[in-house]
């Protein structure tokens, strides 16, 4: 009897079988959506069958090694693992040479960085001279990826229209995902710190002029500015965190005083509420039941 009242207060690293199934089920949606968000850029003869079925073993396996006494949800968890799968399952039909996808990934990664420092798309010309190389360079590197993506006969099968036209109409996973996404950004709204969270609310949300704000405030409107764009990093970090963790920018000091606030932040969001809280501030069909920066 102490063996097992001592491991019932332990901190539970795993799911049960119920809890695992249950987990599995919910989120069958999310392998439809990565994979067809993944076919919208990919050439036609890739078979979408392959993709689901290497989507709903990483969806399985996600399950298994899911570790509820990190904080991290489930569904951000899973995301990450089943878009890993995918490109797993794409790099074995993929036939580039490694130099062709190495120099492939300098470009991306230089062109990630361009418009983050940019706040926009940069121009051919602006991304060449980050990297050193001439244009002229750039576009052939272009062209040998292009080139590197081999058709196979294979991939043509019979079949009718439906299956050759790409399906363009929203389904019901993506709707899903949808008004998930509002809901973790009222959560992350209703997170920020106080100050922050008032600027978002007054400036975005109420549309008051920032002269009235920085009075109500007592500071300059230059500061509500600042504040403002404080107030957006948190937010595009924190919904990062959640939905997509590879677009999270990791501090350059892990354990300093700012990492610490920022992983304070997004356990916060988590503690906002489940899927079923997300989803309470939309309807079944999307629509909005409050206004965004309202309290949870």
């Known amino acids: 009897m102490t063996v097992t009242s001592e491991a019932q207060t332990e901190t539970r690293t795993s799911l049960n079988a119920a809890e695992l199934d249950a987990a599995v089920r919910s989120h069958l949606p999310l392998v439809g959506h990565l994979v067809r968000e993944m076919l919208g850029r990919l050439p036609t003869h890739v078979s979408r069958e392959d993709l689901i079925s290497a989507g709903m073993a990483a969806l399985a396996h996600a399950a298994k090694g899911f570790d509820p006494s990190r904080g991290i949800p489930f ?21 580039a040479s490694r130099s062709v996808r190495t120099r492939a990934r300098k470009v991306e990664l230089a062109q990630q960085e361009l418009t983050a420092a940019l706040g926009r798309t940069p121009t051919q010309a602006e991304l060449a001279e980050s990297l050193g190389v001439a244009p002229e360079e750039l576009k052939a590197i272009g ?54 969270r008032y600027v978002v609310t007054a400036y975005f949300f109420q549309e008051r002029p920032m ?44 354990n300093g005083c700012v990492a610490r606030r920022r992983e304070a932040y997004y356990s916060q969001i988590a503690r906002q509420g489940d899927l079923s809280a997300r989803l309470a501030h939309t309807t079944a069909l999307g629509m909005p039941t409050s206004g965004l920066g309202d309290a949870a």
Do not use: C
């Open 75 to 95: 569904g951000s968890f899973a995301t990450t693992r089943i878009r890993g799968a995918l490109l797993d399952e794409l790099r074995g039909l993929d036939w």
């Open 143 to 196: 062209d040998d990826v292009q080139r590197a993506v081999v058709l196979s006969l294979q991939g043509f099968t019979a079949g009718t229209a439906e299956d050759l036209v790409p399906e363009r109409t929203p389904g019901p996973e993506d709707l899903i995902l949808h008004r998930e996404k509002i809901g973790y950004l009222h959560h992350a709204v209703n997170a920020l710190p106080e100050r922050l």
């Open 211 to 254: 002269t009235d704000i920085a009075a109500e405030l007592g500071v300059t409107e230059s500061r509500i500015s600042q504040l403002r764009s404080e107030a957006l990093v948190l937010l595009r970090d924190g919904l990062n965190n959640h939905l997509d963790p590879q677009l999270l920018n990791a501090p350059e000091r892990g």
